[in-house]
Antibody
């Protein structure tokens, strides 16, 4: 079955930067759009960003636009999220998720916690 | 993009049917047949239960069904079971070529 494994999270001070990675396996990574979705513990899911299969097209939620950058390395089957100018409100579990059939996010990683605090 | 509106909680007894609503706008739910539903147990990743309004992925029980009318989508769980107790989220593709999620509904099996 599809496997998505996030890494790179942790504790970071406000204003700092962090890069999340998502290692994909058991599917043809280069053929799929990919997403990042976040969730504050105890709260709802919030879509963050998406990237198309070859990396030429990206979209962002207004709350992260200009601070976060999504990218991918299809040779390494890896998705990234570069997070700059981090704020306390960016504290959340970040999920890597695959875009499946049109208009659908189908498989999710286990999530990676990011805590922005001094 | 504002979150889609779901009821905060719904409860039912084992064997009953329950329905969760998901209300958006013509720019998301009403504009596309790209509504999905996810089940999330505590501490776990979301699991896709319904795609494209009413399609069940392989392996998902046929007790789960989806529909849409105008700007409101619905998820129905029939024959409610203890294992169905979880949080449920809808999502929709949007006119901005992004996604938006619902506010989430906690299902309690009495």
């Amino acid at each position: 079955e599809v496997q998505l494994v996030e890494s790179g999270g942790g504790l970071i001070q406000p204003g700092g930067s962090l890069r999340l990675s998502c290692a994909a396996s058991r599917f043809t990574f280069s053929s799929y759009w990919m997403n990042w979705v976040r969730q504050v513990p105890g709260k709802g899911l919030v879509w963050v960003s998406l990237i198309n299969s070859d990396g030429s097209n990206t979209r962002y939620a207004d709350s992260v636009k200009g601070r976060f950058t999504i990218s991918r390395d299809n040779a390494k089957n890896t998705l990234y999220l570069q997070m700059n100018s981090l704020r306390a409100e960016d504290t959340a579990v970040y999920y890597c998720a695959r875009g499946g059939i049109p208009g659908t996010i189908d498989y999710w990683g286990q999530g990676n916690m990011v805590i922005v605090s001094s | 993009q504002s979150a889609l509106t779901q009821p905060a909680s719904v409860s039912g007894s084992p064997g009953q049917s329950i329905t969760i609503s998901c209300t958006g706008t013509s720019s998301d739910v009403g504009g596309y047949n790209y509504v999905s539903w996810y089940q999330q147990h505590p501490g776990k990743a979301p699991k896709l239960m319904i795609s494209q309004v009413s399609n069940r992925p392989s392996g998902v029980s046929n007790r789960f069904s989806g529909s849409k009318s105008g700007n409101t989508a619905s998820l129905t769980i029939s024959g409610l079971q203890a294992e169905d107790e979880a949080d449920y989220y809808c999502s929709s593709y949007t006119s901005n070529t992004t996604y938006v999620f619902g506010t989430g509904t906690k299902i309690t099996v009495l």
